[in-house]
């Protein structure tokens, strides 16, 4: 004899009395490896990319372009803030370290590929994370943040030191190939160029998904939630952090070699303590924990300003009033997201796409 409860116990689980629900597109999304999913996610990022740029101008290139490079770098401090948990307030100073390399690189070896740059810029930045990030190990919170706010203030000064190599104060110019030839007339310079930073974006991408759906991602959570408790676990604490820090240096290096690449110009003043304190702000408004906050606060980065600058422009602004007012329109939707959403845009996002589903 079957009671109801038992019967209600097997509907439940897809026997006699009904089917187990049928699993979603975004259930069969997600139970695919890492390996095969960020991979593909990334193919239809590049081809939306693809035709985004085959619309557009020039100018909107090099902002589409600029939104990748950004991305990347962000995805880089998140990978050090969000998942291990560490304070840097000297990312811009491994983008310095990345556009210059290229500088250098294309200056004085002009034969050189552009992947072949990238992956040496890639080596000398993980290089100098690996040199901070073992100086720091035993750093923590305030002491952490100022040491590396040191490096972004005394890195670009490197510059006027050594002027005849690295430009002094006017910086580095240099001129990159671009299309191909057998491309002409079908793909402009700028195309080309947001696509290469856009393909160079979404690997290194792919590599910091894989990286924090991994091991190692869980182990840097771990760090972020509770030292100690993760070290009793038999976490190595240290080398860990270590390790968070030399990727992202080598994410922040590479996204520095993209911003090179595309606007052809390495200078000191675009790597200051502003860009790092901007990058920051950018995770903490797109959101903190996940790669999709990366993309949101690019996104801001690039396009906030532009509208603020749009709108000092409409209002006939005083050129002082003019040239803070970006700033000053960031940091007031900074706040309010903040307030309303505390997980940032990601978190804002997420919640109305539960709240668009719960209502079907």
Not at 55 to 60: E, I, K, N, R, S
């Amino acid at each position: 004899m079957v009671s109801l409860s038992d019967h209600e116990s097997t509907s439940r689980d897809g026997g006699p009395g009904g089917a187990a629900p049928a699993p979603t597109l975004g259930d069969r999304w997600r139970a695919l490896p890492a390996l095969v999913r960020f991979p593909l996610a990334a193919v239809a990022a590049f081809a939306a990319i693809v035709a985004l740029t085959s619309v557009t101008g020039p100018t909107a290139d090099l902002r589409i372009g600029s939104v990748g490079y950004y991305m990347l770098a962000i995805a880089g401090l998140q990978l050090l803030i969000g998942y291990s948990g560490q304070i840097s307030l000297g990312h811009g100073a491994f983008m310095f370290i990345g556009a210059y390399t290229v500088a250098l690189l294309v200056l004085n070896q002009p034969a050189l590929p552009l992947w072949l740059n990238m992956i040496i810029t890639v080596v000398l930045s993980c290089g100098a994370g690996l040199l901070v990030g073992a100086a720091t190990a035993r750093l923590h919170g305030p002491y952490l943040a100022g040491a590396t706010l040191a490096l972004a203030v005394g890195l670009p000064s490197l510059t006027v030191r050594y002027p005849e190599l690295l430009g002094g104060s006017n910086g580095l110019a240099f001129s990159t190939r671009g299309a191909p030839a057998s491309l002409a007339g079908v793909v402009t310079d700028t195309q080309w160029q947001a696509a290469a930073v856009w393909l160079t974006t979404l690997i290194g991408l792919v590599v910091l998904a894989t990286i924090s759906a991994g091991r190692l991602g869980r182990r840097m959570r771990a760090l972020r939630d509770d030292e100690s408790a993760a070290g009793l676990a038999g976490i190595p604490v240290g080398r860990t952090k270590v390790i968070a820090f030399v990727i992202s240096a080598g994410a922040g290096g590479l996204a520095g070699a993209c911003q090179a690449y595309l606007l052809g110009t390495a200078t000191p003043s675009s790597f200051g303590v502003t860009l790092s304190l901007s990058l920051l702000a950018a995770l903490v408004l797109g959101g903190l924990g996940s790669m999709w906050g990366a993309f949101f606060g690019a996104v801001a980065l690039v396009y906030i300003e532009l509208w603020g600058e749009d709108l000092a422009h409409a209002l006939s602004l005083d050129s002082n009033v003019a040239n803070n007012l970006p700033i000053v329109f960031f940091g007031v939707l900074l706040i309010l997201i903040i307030l309303v959403w505390p997980r940032g845009l990601h978190g804002m996002a997420s919640s109305l796409a539960g709240s668009v589903r719960r209502g079907r």
